[in-house]
């Protein structure tokens, strides 16, 4: 485990800080407010993401760094925002209505003029723009960005396009698939993502047969419905109180949190300061159960473990509770960028004087390294991150199902070393962002069954701000949270527990 700088390294070698120590498929009224003749800002700053998202950029860091350089703001940043993510996430939907449009197949047209089609699609049927603004502006963003000529068959497709509504053009591009195909091309997801969120809705005991359908239809529309911006008030050094005070209205979720409706969270002091940062209610639900209090008994000072901490709102919280009863976080991450980025999302939590230890090392190790050492493991593992699709517009059209198979099997080599590295007694919540089924309770029970560890039911430590119980978490004892029933991403999160004495 590598040293990542500053600070004192303690006996193990790692540091410690100098210091003591909702569906509307993206409809909106939004356009832009100024729309000049040769090329409109907002659409070129859409187009551009949309053609470094093709060469691997994500579209939330490259868009807000493109708006900044554009000097965008207010509506015009909002429209291109919403152009933006919308034609990236229906691109499932808008590319057959090209196809029949263009008379080609869309693998037949030239990437970047494929991108200023999608964006006049969405304009003309996910977004309440004119037809005629639509087509008239998007020709004159292909004019500028794709060439006279492409500017002339942008034209004619954007053209038929205009001819039918939305609903139309539905209709005519499932007429004849099987249901799922269906639901498939008109919420734009995958096949492959359907069928994974079916199953875990029905295994997870989400979702009977007689209203799965009605379920899968539910989650992939809110799928597509942007999240609305949730805060944590990090425990110690903020309170909802306070974010209240400034904007936002107390979660009923969280008891650490606040939803904003609208408006730039780094805008509130709490949030610039590190007091309080930008996380999903599901993440902080699953960071309070695992730190709830009496969980473990044992030492007075206990050592607890995020071990896949990058880039750090998990450790944040849990290091937060941790110090409230006594306890200190140690801080893993395999990625030295990560830890740098941990460390960042730390700075208030140390200036408060609270201690966590940071280190940057592969996280399969520390179960060889220090077994049987702490009292409470974070497995925070990285997945596909299909239960975050509403954040990341890109991500179901990166996401290939070849990716699973390796990613599972790194999943249970940390879930295998989160457990060897806690103490006897002690507890790991293992949770991914993802509710497929080969990377949450298929593995965990393999796990389980493995290594004699125990699976705890974890739905009771779930409790909302009133202290009543979450509902709708599955049939147990793991936990699926989903975003058309919580509203949060489709966190997983299960508690093993390491039997007293090892066979
Ligand atoms: C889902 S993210 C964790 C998110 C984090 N808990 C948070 O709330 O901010 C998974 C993290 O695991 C890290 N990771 C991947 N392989 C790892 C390994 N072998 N050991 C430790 N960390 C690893 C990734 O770099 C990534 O930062």
Redesign the pocket.
């Known amino acids: 485990m590598s040293d990542d700088g500053g600070g004192y390294r303690d006996a193990k070698g790692r540091q410690r800080p100098a210091a003591r120590r909702r569906s509307n498929d993206g409809r909106s009224a939004q356009r832009p407010t100024d729309r000049r003749r040769s090329g409109d800002p907002a659409r070129r700053v859409a187009w551009q993401v949309t053609r470094n998202v093709a060469d691997g950029a994500y579209a939330n860091l490259d868009l807000q760094k493109l708006l900044r350089e554009a000097g965008l703001h207010g509506r015009d940043a909002g429209f291109a925002t919403e152009l933006t993510y919308g034609a990236i996430r229906m691109r499932g939907l808008y590319d057959p209505i090209i196809e029949r449009c263009a008379g080609r197949p869309v693998a037949q047209i030239d990437a970047p003029v494929l991108d200023t089609l999608r964006l006049g699609a969405h304009q003309l049927l996910g977004m309440r723009v004119p037809a005629h603004a639509a087509a008239s502006e998007t020709v004159a963003l292909a004019r500028e960005v794709n060439g006279a000529g492409a500017a002339g068959f942008v034209n004619a497709v954007l053209r038929r396009v205009s001819e039918r509504t939305r609903e139309e053009w539905v209709a005519e591009v499932i007429a004849g698939r099987e249901p799922l195909e269906r639901l498939s091309i008109e919420h734009s997801h995958p096949m492959w993502v359907v069928r994974a969120m079916r199953a875990a809705l029905l295994e997870r005991g989400t979702a009977t047969s007689d209203d799965v359908d009605e379920q899968l239809l539910a989650l992939l529309q809110a799928d597509n419905a942007p999240p609305l911006v949730s805060l944590v008030a990090r425990p110690g050094l903020a309170t909802v109180e306070e974010l209240v005070a400034a904007g936002a209205h107390a979660s009923q979720l969280s008891r650490v949190g606040a939803v904003l409706d609208g408006g730039d969270p780094a805008q509130i002091d709490a949030v610039r300061r590190m007091r309080a940062a930008v996380?999903d209610e599901g993440?902080q639900l699953l960071?309070l159960a695992l730190a709830e209090p009496g969980l473990v008994e044992g030492r007075e000072h206990q050592e607890w473990l995020?071990?896949?901490?990058?880039?750090?709102?998990?450790?944040a919280l849990l290091a937060n509770l941790a110090a409230e009863q006594g306890a200190v976080v140690f801080a893993?991450?395999?990625?030295e960028h990560?830890t740098t980025?941990?460390r960042k999302?730390l700075r208030a939590t140390l200036e408060a004087g609270i201690e966590v230890m940071i280190g940057t090392?592969?996280?399969?190790?520390?179960g060889v390294e220090e077994p049987d050492t702490y009292e409470r493991v974070?497995a925070?593992?990285?997945?596909t991150?299909l239960g975050a699709l509403r954040r990341r517009p890109e991500a179901r059209w990166r996401r290939t199902p070849s990716d699973v198979t390796p990613l599972v099997t790194?999943q249970r080599?940390?879930l295998l070393s989160a457990l060897a590295t806690t103490r006897p007694g002690g507890v790991v919540g293992y949770?991914?962002?993802s509710p497929h089924l080969a990377e949450t309770s298929q593995l965990v029970a393999s796990v389980v069954e493995q290594t004699g560890a125990t699976l705890q039911d974890a739905r009771p430590l779930f409790r909302d701000t009133a202290g009543a119980p979450i509902e709708h978490l599955g049939n147990g004892p793991d936990v699926q949270l989903w975003p058309h029933l919580h509203g949060t991403d489709a966190m997983y999160f299960a508690l093993l527990r390491k039997p007293e004495t090892q066979d």
């Open positions: 996380q993440s960071t995020d071990l896949c901490a990058g880039p750090g709102g998990k450790t893993n991450e395999v990625s990560r980025l941990v999302s090392g592969d996280g399969r190790d520390l974070l925070d593992v990285p997945c991150g790194l080599q940390l949770s991914t962002c």
